[in-house]
């Protein structure tokens, strides 16, 4: 059962890049890269320069194109109307989106215990938890947008407006103490932290509903 999940997030994951995956992989690892450097460096102002490299620019500049073809590239295919009406279509396009997002949810996960075995070790259920918010945030705002427009370039433009709108809450800083790096979060981090990802599983939830709502109605995609 694992295995064919795998294999099926892995042609999943072949279909949407296409022709594009070494652009993807060679963005994404510069991501990494630079922020698994920044957090190993121990020179750093605060674990913002770290959290966004390795978590937030990767969702947004390298996983939102990869999304934005969910749909797409049935339209572009001419086989949306087989994809939709099709016996396995129950979940058809939520099961790419999901190997996408597992996939920002796993190498965040990576990145983020590999800059914590340093002599500054920080509480890690904030920003792995937080790692999962994102990845659903995103792939249900992308998800709504890609069931809803036409082309990949309009999924991208409103997913990023989206972005825009809720960058308060999919920016914030998980890691605490933001700057010793070396102590137990407070009650008050605990608050803040609390609320922003509240905010990004609640604005998941309600985009995801919206999304499943238009997939009800096949015939509003295909026209």
């Not at 999901?98 to 996960?109: D, F, K, M």
């Not at 945030?137 to 990023?160: C, D, E, I, P, Q």
């Not at 803040?192 to 604005?203: E, R, Y």
Request: hydrophobic share 60%; net charge positive.
């Amino acid at each position: 059962m694992i295995g064919q999940e795998l294999r099926r997030a892995r042609l999943a994951l072949a279909l949407l890049t296409e022709r594009r995956a070494v652009l993807f992989i060679g963005i994404d690892a510069l991501f990494l890269f630079a922020g698994v450097m920044i957090g190993l460096t121990g020179e750093r102002a605060s674990a913002i320069d770290f959290w966004h490299p390795l978590v937030v620019l990767p969702a947004l500049v390298v996983a939102v194109p990869i999304l934005a073809d969910t749909v797409a590239v049935e339209r572009r295919a001419g086989s949306l109307d087989l994809a939709l009406t099709s016996p396995g279509a129950r979940l058809y396009f939520e099961r790419r989106v999901a190997a996408v997002a597992a996939l920002i949810v796993a190498q965040g996960w990576i990145c983020i215990l590999v800059v914590s075995i340093t002599d500054e070790a920080f509480p890690l259920s904030g920003p792995l938890l937080q790692v999962v918010s994102v990845a659903l945030f995103v792939a249900a705002v992308t998800l709504n947008w890609s069931v809803r427009l036409r082309t990949a370039g309009a999924v991208m433009f409103a997913t990023y407006a989206t972005a825009l709108a809720f960058s308060p809450w999919l920016a914030s800083n998980p890691i605490h103490p933001p700057t010793l790096l070396n102590g137990p979060m407070t009650a008050a981090d605990i608050v803040h932290w609390t609320q922003n990802n509240l905010v990004l599983l609640a604005a998941a939830i309600t985009f995801y509903a919206y999304a499943r709502q238009r997939l009800a109605r096949p015939e509003l995609m295909i026209t």
